[in-house]
């Protein structure tokens, strides 16, 4: 019997992701699966729940939950010899992986598309020994984004990501930042570095409309500048998709990105806290097979 693991995480979102734990199950059994659900507690949890998933040979593991939640998912595939296929219903505030792989963001429509038979390959992104599966972002606001409190999430969803930027635009933080790719090295002070895999950052579907799930490159911008003056027409070239056409971004795409500082400074990963400054940033292309709608 094929066997597929469910990976609920209780907190994200708006707390409700239990409520479709059966619904998520009935489905699969109907499908023939056994199936195991697993509840995480804590960080960490998806990621050993998902390697003893790829160790019992599981031919489907499926996240509820949030990006964070898909975040560690993913993690536990990594070197893994068999990796079973990915499902995926988004319940975080802005589940940038399903946006980008068209996957609904309706739980209901969500655990509907585990029933479709079209499994697309997409990149996974290295960062130094774990894996990302969006989006990486390096500077003072990338950092103001990582103090956002699961509970102002629940309560205000993305606005809450909204109030601590703007909190953190009114320190006009800059910070020196180096990057480097393909024997080129930018140096210089920004508030905000991202290296995104697929077009939807932050809940933006245009912020890298370039981007395909499976090209194979990290989509990177580097903001030189943002104050009061500039914030409203970059906001408007985030939602247009032209934001590497703005006067104050450089927009370059790349296989292998390193990105250090002076200063002690972290990063935010798939939205969550990341490590601190050095990093170093590839891709690896198709690593991911994910469970995704039937065309047309
Ligand atoms: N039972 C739990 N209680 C609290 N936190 C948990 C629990 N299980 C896992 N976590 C942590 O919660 C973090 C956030 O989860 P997730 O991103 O899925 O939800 P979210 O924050 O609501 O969504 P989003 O990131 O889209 O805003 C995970 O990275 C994980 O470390």
Redesign the pocket.
Known sequence: MTQAMIIV?????KEEAPDYVSSTEELLVSRGYEVTVK????????TEYCIAACEAKADLVVSI????????TINGLFGQSHQPKLGVIP?????DFARALQIPLTPEEAIHTLASSRVQRVDAGRLNGQLFVNVVAAGPLAESLSSVS?HD??RFGALAYFKEGIKELAGNAAHPLTIQHDGKTWVGETPLFLAALTNSVGGFEKLAPDAAVDDGLLHCYIIKDLNFLNTLTVSISLLLGTLKNHKDVDYFTAREVTVSSANVMRTNVD??EGPALPIRLSVLPRHIQVVVPEEG
């Open positions: 995480n209780p907190s994200s979102g509840e995480t507690q804590k960080e960490g949890d998806a939950g949030g990006d964070g939640t898909l975040h560690e319940l975080g505030t802005v589940n699961s999430k629940s939205g969550e």
